[in-house]
Every structure is written in C-alpha cells, then in structure tokens.
C-alpha cells in the first residue's frame, strides 16, 4: 500500500487483491495486483430510527422492517456511488440524477410505508417526508480523514494514481484510512477519577463469558432490526447466549445456551468484529454483511473480554429488568455526529487516555483496548423504547440519574486484542491496519463503535448481583473478592478499586504494574494488567476525546478497573506471571458445571493467552442468520495454553532425578538403621 493525496483527501492505495474488491468497491483488481482507486465519499441520511421516539407496540415490528429497508436502500446508493466516475463522487449536483434523487424517492415510499404503520395503530405522523433526502459527501469534506505532516509521505513516495483516480482504501475500498489513527503516546490523560459518595454502591460483579473462541457471529441486529437477515450490515462477535440471530425470540433467548460460566447468565453480549487488513478472506468475503458491504480482512478474535457490572456513586441500585435492551454508541456517528457517540479507544498501560474518533497506535508489548460504558439509569418501565435509546439514559456527571430514572448496575465491556501497530508510514503494507465493521457509508470510522445488550440473568441470579454491587463487595462465579470499599482513595477496602490514572498502579499495591494478591481488583480479574490505569468512563456521548482534545469531565459513573494481562506496557512495568502451578487445564469435553449455591464469588482471571487463533465465521444459512454452534459448553474461563511448558523426556528426566536420589538416600538410610539394631541385639 501507498499513501497518496488524491481525491480531496487522504486515502490508501491498496495492493491486496480480495474478493470484495471487485464486488463491492466496482474497483476490481488488475493482473498487475494495482486496484483501480475509489475516493472516500459517503452518502450523508437523517436517521429516521433515532428520530421515531413514540411508536405504538402493535406498530413496532412493521416500522422496524421498514427502518431496515432504509438502510439497505442507503448502502445500495453508496455502492452506486463507489461505483460511479471519479467526477460524480466529488460532485454532489453530478451526483444527483444517478444516485441521490432515486435515494430520496425509495425513501420516501418507504417513510410513507412507516407513517402508515404506524397510523394504524395511533396517530399517523407528519412531516416523515422531510427526512427523505440525503446529502451526498465528497471525500474532501468527510470528518476525520484530512492528513496530517506525520501521516502524509513525501511526494517521491507516494503511489502514481490510476488514471487520474484516487486510490482505494483498506481492504473492501472504503476505508479505514492512516488519519484513523494516532499514537496513544501522543494523547494527554483524560480521565479523571471521582471520588465516590458515602451512599455509593461500590461493589462489582463480573460474568466471565469467554471470548468467542467457537466464531459466533452473524451480521443480524435483533434489538434494531428483528427479524431482518442482514440487518446490521456488518458482523458482531457473541459471547454468553448461543442462539442470537434475527429472528431470535425472547423466549428462544431464555431458552438458549450460554459461554457464561454461571449458567444463570444467558445474557447476550455483542459488539462489531475487528479486522485486520491483511488481504485475507474470511468466509463471509462473498456475503451480505462481510466482503460485499465493504467489510474485508482477518477477523481477530479477542485475546480478553472482561464483563462487569458496576454500581452508583450516589446510591444503591435496583435490578435490571428481565430482557432489558440497551445499546450503547451509534453506528451511524460518521455521519449522524457524536451526540450518541461512545466509542472509547485506548491501549493497555495508558487507559487514563482515551480516544472517541482515532484508532491508537499502541507502543510495542502494549494490546488495544476498547471500552463500553452502558446506559446505568432506567426509566422503571420498559425494556426498549422505540428508538432504542429512551428507555435508559446515562447518569449525571455528578452520578445521579435525571428524574424519572433509577439506577441499575452499568454493564462495562472491556476488551482486549492482541494486535500490532500498523504501519502508516506504507499505508498498513508492512505492518496492517485494523479496524471495526460497520455499515458501509460509516467507512470503518472509530466513533461508530458501538455495543449491544439484552439481560437474560435468572432472577435469582440478578438479585445476588445487585445484593453483591450494593453490599460493596467484588463478586464472580469463583469466590467472594470481600468489600471493595466505599472511601474516596479508590483504593480502599479488600478488594482495591481502580489504580489512580497514570501511577500503574493496581489494588492495594500502587505503582509496580504487578499482581494484586490480596484482594481482587475492581472488575474482578487478579492484577497483572501491565500496570494499567483507568479507562474512559466512555459513557458520555458529549464527549470528543481525541489526540488534540481531552475528554471533558465525564459523569461519575466511570472508572473501569482493567484486567489482568502479562504484556510489557511499553513502559517498562510488566506484569508478573501467573504461578502455571495455579492454571488448571480445561476439560473441552465436559459440559458445563451446575454453577455453585453461592454464586457471589470472587472473579477468576480470564484467558490471556488466546490471540494467534484464526476465527472462523459461523456458517451461515439462507436467511443469512448464522448458524448455532453444535457445542454448548461454556469456554474456559482459565487460561488455554498448556499447563506444562516443556514435555519432552530429557526434560521429564531433569525434572525427576533429584527425587530419585532423594528416594535412593532414604532406602540407604533405612538399611543401616536396621543393621544398627540388629548389632545392638
């Protein structure tokens, strides 16, 4: 790859010839290995969806087929577009007549379609007809993508264009492009850590889930878009419940499989994939969702995934509400702006930085990291809303929720890949580019990574979580961690909260980077993190954290306790290895244990050691739905590489020979004490 200046704006030329390319970008790949450029335009809709705010529950399915139609209608236009003359992608009047103004009347039919669904039931809105028409974008005016000094080659360097076009960037031709990203070194602190109140619920329960090792995946939303294959454009990585597609019911969630070690967890986790753009096909490379919308490249499959549920600084909370749905960020903030943005990027050693809008470049033994912060205030009535969003809100920056809202305990994702950074200097040839699916117009921009939840916690079991969150203790399915503390040092109490940002700090033990004995720390995973700090609240979508521009004070429900990893930060403060005497080595075969009586226990470590796996995606039916996994067992909650490190016989033999001696020494001594006594007699 090369970077080159053409278009209106930087963009990648790309020399790996891939499936998607062809199909999706229209820029099929020539026997020279060139590919014919695509400039960075994007086509620009009002989001109907977030808009829709009151639809009547007999209206909801109707007008949900109908949302999805429109997204499929803007992702046929911006293929058009990639598609279309180099003078009509940076023209928006050229563009019209092709492209935009069959937009608007496909558009227009459907919010027709949409009005009168929801007529039918209550009173037909007016005014749908304004959210028709789309813009369309040029490259040279697309946020996020202007070059930088550091970023752009010198004019010897760069790539010669073919015929006069941009080049393509990333690997399915739209994106993501080098000014994604920037060096996490680079980025001030900017999280700050709230001292919590006397009344807060300071514990923490962790869900230990795995990480998707068996390729769970489809490109379906059932919370946006149920019943509709396809419906996300883009593929999402599942742990806990088994069988979420589309076409899902609530009662086929409850009735599900789960990866979560406490079988009473078949809750359903799920976020877009990250790919490598390394030329590789996946098996979706020819599908709806994969390659043919763009997203193109090696799925990684996370090296950690830390589930927590975290409490309120202000007071205690109330149970979530079985089949609660939230989501949290805005997969359509490329185009729709950051107001429900909450992406939250950073690397493992430096999470008091966090990024919305950059991808981090992360300094060498340091891993990327992306945070979820959810919605942690609930309206006390419904488990969705008709946007998605209503329904919760985020708290104050002071901690309390608005009025009307009660708090819940606030799900933190944290997860955590193994990747490189990529070399931007050769536009990711060397080294590749990362980045998230997403739709296609959103072009893989960071700020649209975005996270889904629906509870399907037993009652029981959410009744211990909020006992255990309200109580002040650190809970999980293998111990209890004891009170994590309610005083203001954030690192009061058995269990040790979250190291103050940039010390390295962990627990009760601040500063070495190194684990944590006594206690467990915060989140639920024993210390090691390479001494990491506290990542982004990342909940507040007014928030624009980026390299030029600290987050603002975020609200107070937000310090995430990083888990444990054995990497170098990059800093000089490793983490201590696990004693490998501790790890026990998973049965595969075995099913999944009856969880204990008492399942407010003290978090285990998750697996650190599971990237170099090469994910497979789930295959994949008519429908598009991906299909069931025929296992069922949870995966290991430990470590999965092998508790003996050596194996050979020299080595068995070293290890055994001085226990040989030992026995020899023994026999030894025991014949001439029976010599001796008979010599007595």
Same mark, same amino acid.
């Given at each position: 790859?090369?970077l080159?200046l053409?278009?209106?704006?930087l963009?990648v030329?790309?020399v790996y010839a891939s ?15 060139q #590919?014919k450029?695509a ?9 109907v969806g977030?808009q829709?705010t009151?639809?009547?529950?007999a ?6 087929r109908e949302?999805?139609?429109l997204?499929q209608q803007?992702?046929?236009a911006y ?13 928006p ?6 492209i935009?103004n069959?937009?608007k009347?496909?558009r227009?039919a459907t919010?027709?379609r949409?009005a009168?669904a929801i007529?039918?039931?209550g009173?037909?809105p007016e005014?749908l ?9 040029p490259a040279e005016?697309?946020?996020g993508?202007?070059?930088? /000094?550091?970023?752009?080659?010198p004019?010897a360097?760069?790539?010669?264009a073919?015929?006069?076009q941009?080049?393509?960037?990333g690997?399915?031709g739209?994106g993501?492009?080098?000014?994604d990203?920037v060096?996490?070194n680079s980025?001030?602190p900017n999280?700050p850590?709230p001292?919590k109140?006397?009344d807060?619920s300071?514990g923490t329960?962790?869900?230990e889930?795995g990480v998707n090792e068996?390729?769970l995946?489809n490109s379906?939303n059932?919370?946006v878009?149920?019943g509709?294959s396809?419906g996300a454009?883009?593929f ?10 589309a076409?899902a ?6 009735k ?11 809750s ?5 994939v990250?790919?490598l753009?390394?030329?590789?096909q996946?098996?979706?490379?020819g599908a709806p ?8 490249g090696?799925?990684?499959t996370?090296k950690q995934v ?5 409490g309120?600084p202000?007071?205690k909370?109330t ?9 949290t960020g ?8 950051p107001?429900?943005? !909450?992406a939250?990027?950073?690397c493992?050693?430096f999470?008091d930085r ?5 991808y981090p470049?992360?300094p ?5 990291v ?6 942690s205030c609930w ?8 946007n ?7 708290a ?5 929720c608005?009025?009307?809202?009660e708090p819940i ?8 890949y193994?990747v490189?950074a990529?070399?931007l ?8 580019l990362?980045a998230?699916? &997403?739709f296609?117009e959103?072009?893989h921009?960071p700020?649209t990574?975005h996270g889904d939840?629906i !509870?399907v916690f037993?009652?029981?079991?959410m009744?211990e979580?909020?006992d255990?969150i309200?109580s002040?203790?650190t ?18 109490g058995?269990?040790?909260a979250?190291?103050n ?6 627990g009760? !033990?601040?500063g070495?980077?190194g684990?944590?004995e006594?206690?467990q720390?915060?989140g ?9 700090t506290?990542?982004?609240e990342?909940?507040?979508p007014?928030?624009?954290a980026?390299?030029?521009s600290p987050?603002e004070a ?5 310090t995430v306790t990083?888990t444990?990893?054995t990497?170098n930060d990059?800093r000089?403060n490793g ?6 005497a501790?790890t026990?080595?998973p049965d595969?075969?075995?099913p999944?244990?009856?969880p204990k009586a ?5 978090? /285990? ?8 796996a090469t994910?497979?995606v ?9 299909a069931?996994p025929q296992t069922?067992?949870p995966p ?5 590489e ?5 194996g050979?016989?020299?080595?068995t033999g070293a290890?055994l020979w001085?226990a040989?001696?030992? #026995?020899l020494?023994?026999? &030894?001594g025991?014949?001439m004490?029976?010599? /001796?006594?008979?010599?007595r007699y």
């Amino acid at each position: 790859m090369a970077l080159m200046l053409g278009g209106g704006g930087l963009v990648v030329a790309n020399v790996y010839a891939s499936a998607s390319e062809g199909g999706w970008g229209g820029q099929g790949a020539e026997a020279t290995g060139q #590919v014919k450029a695509a400039g960075m335009a994007t086509i620009d809709c009002p989001d109907v969806g977030t808009q829709l705010t009151q639809v009547p529950e007999a209206a909801r399915a109707d007008v949900d087929r109908e949302l999805a139609q429109l997204d499929q209608q803007i992702a046929a236009a911006y293929q058009q577009l990639q598609q279309a003359a180099p003078e009509i992608r940076q023209d928006p009047v050229a563009a019209d007549g092709p492209i935009m103004n069959p937009l608007k009347d496909k558009r227009k039919a459907t919010l027709d379609r949409v009005a009168d669904a929801i007529g039918r039931a209550g009173n037909r809105p007016e005014g749908l007809d304004a959210l028709a028409a789309c813009t369309m974008r040029p490259a040279e005016s697309a946020p996020g993508d202007s070059a930088s /000094a550091e970023s752009t080659p010198p004019a010897a360097t760069q790539a010669p264009a073919d015929n006069g076009q941009a080049p393509a960037p990333g690997q399915g031709g739209n994106g993501p492009v080098a000014a994604d990203y920037v060096d996490i070194n680079s980025v001030q602190p900017n999280v700050p850590n709230p001292a919590k109140g006397s009344d807060a619920s300071g514990g923490t329960f962790t869900s230990e889930c795995g990480v998707n090792e068996n390729g769970l995946r489809n490109s379906d939303n059932v919370i946006v878009a149920p019943g509709v294959s396809n419906g996300a454009h883009h593929f999402h990585d599942y742990v806990g419940n088994q069988s979420n597609t589309a076409f899902a019911s609530d009662d086929d969630l409850a009735k599900a499989a789960t990866s979560c070690v406490d079988q009473g967890d078949k809750s359903t986790y799920y976020w877009p994939v990250l790919r490598l753009q390394n030329g590789k096909q996946e098996k979706d490379a020819g599908a709806p969702g994969g390659g043919t919308e763009g997203n193109a490249g090696e799925i990684v499959t996370p090296k950690q995934v830390t589930i927590t549920f975290e409490g309120n600084p202000r007071g205690k909370v109330t149970a979530m509400p079985r089949l609660l749905r939230i989501i949290t960020g805005d997969a359509k903030s490329f185009v729709n702006g950051p107001a429900n943005a !909450n992406a939250s990027w950073s690397c493992t050693g430096f999470e008091d930085r966090q990024l919305k809008d950059k991808y981090p470049i992360c300094p060498a033994g340091s891993d990327v990291v992306r945070t979820f912060r959810f919605q942690s205030c609930w309206d006390g009535r419904n488990t969705d809303s008709a946007n998605h969003r209503t329904h919760v809100a985020f708290a104050g920056q002071d901690g309390a929720c608005a009025a009307g809202f009660e708090p819940i305990p606030q799900l933190v994702q944290r997860i955590v890949y193994d990747v490189d950074a990529p070399s931007l200097n050769d536009g990711g040839a060397t080294v590749p580019l990362f980045a998230v699916d &997403s739709f296609p117009e959103q072009q893989h921009k960071p700020v649209t990574d975005h996270g889904d939840f629906i !509870n399907v916690f037993d009652d029981g079991l959410m009744n211990e979580m909020v006992d255990c969150i309200n109580s002040g203790r650190t809970c999980g399915p293998r111990g209890d961690g004891g009170d994590n503390g309610n005083g203001n040092d954030n690192g009061g109490g058995d269990g040790g909260a979250t190291a103050n940002p940039g010390d390295g700090g962990n627990g009760d !033990n601040p500063g070495d980077g190194g684990k944590n004995e006594g206690g467990q720390n915060g989140g639920g995973q024993n210390g090691g993190d390479k001494g990491t700090t506290a990542p982004s609240e990342g909940g507040n979508p007014d928030d624009t954290a980026t390299a030029s521009s600290p987050a603002e004070a975020p609200r107070t429900d937000a310090t995430v306790t990083p888990t444990g990893d054995t990497k170098n930060d990059g800093r000089g403060n490793g983490a201590k290895q696990d004693d490998p005497a501790k790890t026990t080595e998973p049965d595969a075969t075995r099913p999944a244990q009856a969880p204990k009586a008492d399942r407010t226990t003290a978090p /285990a470590e998750q697996a650190t050691e599971t990237a170099g796996a090469t994910p497979s995606v789930s295959a994949t039916d008519s429908t598009g739905a991906a299909a069931v996994p025929q296992t069922t067992t949870p995966p290991p909650a430990t470590g999965t590489e092998p508790q003996t490190s050596g194996g050979s016989l020299a080595e068995t033999g070293a290890q055994l020979w001085p226990a040989a001696i030992g #026995v020899l020494l023994a026999l &030894s001594g025991l014949v001439m004490f029976l010599r /001796a006594r008979r010599l007595r007699y």
